[in-house]
């Protein structure tokens, strides 16, 4: 079974209604891990036992005529971010320990209860500290659109297992682009929720803070949106989780209608944009146009980069979780590019911290005068080619760190945000078009990224899988 010909919906309704067990689902799942794990590397466990003994649970409680859940026998790999339970919660780091988690997060603990099963982890890079997912942990994750490419982060290896089709979900996080960025790059059509939508809660306080949020991902926006509809929802050891809201999210990725109206923005005012993936997502939005979406050409919401307060933010996160590392025995251990975010956020001032704040307020009521003209703005999501492995995003030429200047800022403005599979390059990897709307509007951006799937109508079979 290739999950990418499958609908995650449909799976699992076959196994609710016995067409098809559980266990075929996930013996199906474990023997693509098989054949396709030695080129990818987009996991750092699997536990096949452990797996199937689930699944077969799921089967027994269906012929006992139990209600096992919406997402009956889907197999699932989990971020190597989050606990779930009997499999170690490594972080991509040396540093971490192989004991195994005893409970499951939050997230975790809803899709289980949904009915799914996991399979394994899935990689990451250390911390989830950037947009390439390679570890000293586990080396190098790669894209099955290309194997000399990264499949992005730090959700990478989650974004690889969709899109070659090892499992129909998966889940991720985003602090910066985590979510949005590997979508992009493998085809896929993921989304940040507004922050709070998914609760982060747990016993410990999130690794990012404010910043990050976490969610399913799979292959298209309607299975995302099935996937959340048991996600969402307050958590009481989350102070900043939200209520539901409205009629199942599902349902707006089901009954597509194209927006009125939206503003494209090609560079936010301060970004620099490859030439050729500028070319592609104008294309797309020339497709919307002809569909008759009505579309305005914005390029001056944000006059400046916003990647000092992000970088402020996230600096200092990362040396409240890993500061204490500093000149210890460890410290050698660590990412040299992780040592200098922890480094950069020891010298952060609590004046510094707040002043990033203030730009949290600024740069929302930028982007709320935008949204004057229309609900919905267009972005490139990367600004940059996909890069090759061990190496940055390229523009026009050139590697930049700048290749990823359109997903942070939407983490500190907590705007939902997603990204729809709008065309390719010439050497046929992936370009991603985001979508992000007002304040709390996760059913608009759902509903627009559903009708974008089939304007774009783009094949998103990748060659690996």
Same mark, same amino acid.
């Given at each position: 079974?290739?999950?990418?010909?499958?609908?995650?919906?449909?799976?699992?309704?076959?196994?609710?209604?016995?067409?098809?067990?559980?266990?075929?689902?996930?013996?199906?799942?474990?023997?693509?891990?098989?054949?396709?794990?030695?080129?990818?590397?987009?996991?750092?466990?699997?536990?096949?036992?452990?797996?199937?003994?689930?699944?077969?649970?799921?089967?027994?409680?269906?012929?006992?005529?139990?209600? $096992?859940?919406?997402?009956?026998?889907?197999?699932?790999?989990?971020?190597?971010?989050?606990?779930?339970?009997?499999?170690?919660?490594?972080?991509?780091?040396?540093?971490?320990?192989?004991?195994?988690?005893?409970?499951?997060?939050?997230?975790?603990?809803?899709?289980?209860?949904?009915?799914?099963?996991?399979?394994?982890?899935?990689?990451?890079?250390?911390?989830?500290?950037?947009?390439?997912?390679?570890?000293?942990?586990?080396?190098?994750?790669?894209?099955?659109?290309?194997?000399?490419?990264?499949?992005?982060?730090?959700?990478?290896?989650?974004?690889?297992?969709?899109?070659?089709?090892? $499992?129909?979900?998966?889940?991720?996080?985003?602090?910066?682009?985590?979510?949005?960025?590997?979508?992009?790059?493998?085809?896929?059509?993921?989304?940040?929720?507004?922050?709070?939508?998914?609760?982060?809660?747990?016993?410990?306080?999130?690794?990012?803070?404010?910043?990050?949020?976490?969610?399913?991902?799979?292959?298209?926006?309607?299975?995302?949106?099935?996937?959340?509809?048991?996600?969402?929802?307050?958590?009481?050891?989350?102070?900043?989780?939200?209520?539901?809201?409205?009629?199942?999210?599902?349902?707006?990725?089901?009954?597509?209608?194209?927006?009125?109206?939206?503003?494209?923005?090609?560079?936010?005012?301060?970004?620099?944009?490859?030439? =050729?993936?500028?070319?592609?997502?104008?294309?797309?939005?020339?497709?919307?146009?002809?569909?008759?979406?009505?579309?305005?050409?914005?390029?001056?919401?944000?006059? =400046?980069?916003?990647?000092?307060?992000?970088?402020?933010?996230?600096?200092?996160?990362?040396?409240?979780?890993?500061?204490?590392?500093?000149?210890?025995?460890?410290?050698?251990?660590?990412?040299?590019?992780?040592?200098?975010?922890?480094?950069?956020?020891?010298?952060?001032?609590?004046?510094?911290?707040?002043?990033?704040?203030?730009?949290?307020?600024?740069?929302?009521?930028?982007?709320?005068?935008?949204?004057?003209?229309?609900?919905?703005?267009?972005?490139?999501?990367?600004?940059?080619?996909?890069?090759?492995?061990?190496?940055?995003?390229?523009?026009?030429?050139?590697?930049?760190?700048?290749?990823?200047?359109?997903?942070?800022?939407?983490?500190?403005?907590?705007?939902?945000?997603?990204?729809?599979?709008?065309?390719?390059?010439?050497?046929?990897?992936?370009?991603?078009?985001?979508?992000?709307?007002?304040?709390?509007?996760?059913?608009?951006?759902?509903?627009?990224?559903?009708?974008? =799937?089939?304007?774009?109508?783009?094949?998103? $079979?990748?060659?690996?899988?």
């Amino acid at each position: 079974m290739d999950f990418r010909k499958h609908r995650l919906v449909d799976v699992a309704a076959n196994v609710r209604s016995r067409q098809i067990s559980a266990r075929e689902v996930t013996e199906a799942a474990l023997d693509r891990v098989a054949q396709l794990e030695p080129q990818l590397n987009a996991f750092v466990c699997v536990d096949p036992e452990r797996a199937l003994a689930e699944a077969d649970d799921v089967d027994k409680r269906l012929v006992g005529g139990e209600s $096992v859940g919406p997402l009956a026998g889907i197999p699932v790999g989990v971020k190597d971010l989050e606990d779930a339970a009997g499999f170690p919660t490594r972080y991509g780091s040396p540093l971490s320990t192989d004991t195994p988690a005893v409970g499951d997060s939050v997230l975790v603990a809803r899709l289980r209860a949904a009915g799914c099963v996991i399979i394994g982890k899935t990689t990451t890079p250390a911390y989830g500290h950037k947009g390439l997912t390679e570890s000293e942990l586990t080396g190098i994750t790669r894209n099955p659109w290309s194997l000399e490419r990264t499949p992005g982060g730090s959700s990478g290896g989650s974004a690889a297992a969709l899109a070659a089709g090892i $499992v129909p979900l998966a889940t991720g996080s985003d602090g910066g682009g985590s979510i949005r960025i590997p979508s992009a790059l493998c085809a896929l059509s993921g989304l940040k929720t507004t922050q709070g939508r998914v609760p982060l809660g747990g016993p410990t306080p999130p690794g990012s803070g404010l910043l990050t949020v976490k969610g399913p991902m799979a292959s298209g926006i309607a299975d995302t949106a099935f996937a959340l509809d048991v996600c969402v929802g307050p958590h009481p050891t989350d102070p900043f989780s939200l209520p539901r809201s409205g009629s199942p999210w599902y349902e707006a990725a089901t009954s597509v209608r194209l927006p009125g109206r939206v503003v494209f923005s090609p560079n936010m005012g301060f970004a620099e944009v490859d030439n =050729e993936i500028a070319e592609v997502c104008l294309e797309a939005v020339k497709q919307l146009e002809a569909a008759g979406v009505e579309v305005s050409i914005v390029n001056d919401i944000w006059d =400046e980069d916003p990647l000092i307060a992000w970088f402020t933010i996230w600096t200092a996160l990362r040396a409240r979780t890993q500061g204490h590392l500093a000149n210890t025995p460890a410290w050698d251990q660590i990412d040299r590019s992780l040592r200098f975010q922890i480094e950069t956020g020891l010298a952060v001032s609590g004046v510094d911290l707040l002043a990033s704040f203030d730009a949290i307020h600024n740069l929302n009521l930028d982007l709320d005068r935008a949204f004057e003209q229309a609900p919905l703005i267009l972005t490139p999501m990367c600004a940059g080619q996909t890069p090759f492995v061990e190496h940055d995003g390229v523009i026009n030429g050139e590697e930049q760190p700048g290749w990823v200047a359109f997903s942070y800022g939407l983490n500190l403005t907590r705007n939902p945000a997603g990204s729809v599979n709008c065309g390719f390059t010439a050497d046929g990897m992936p370009v991603g078009l985001q979508v992000f709307g007002r304040q709390l509007d996760d059913v608009g951006v759902i509903q627009a990224m559903a009708a974008f =799937e089939e304007v774009f109508a783009t094949d998103r $079979v990748a060659p690996v899988g």
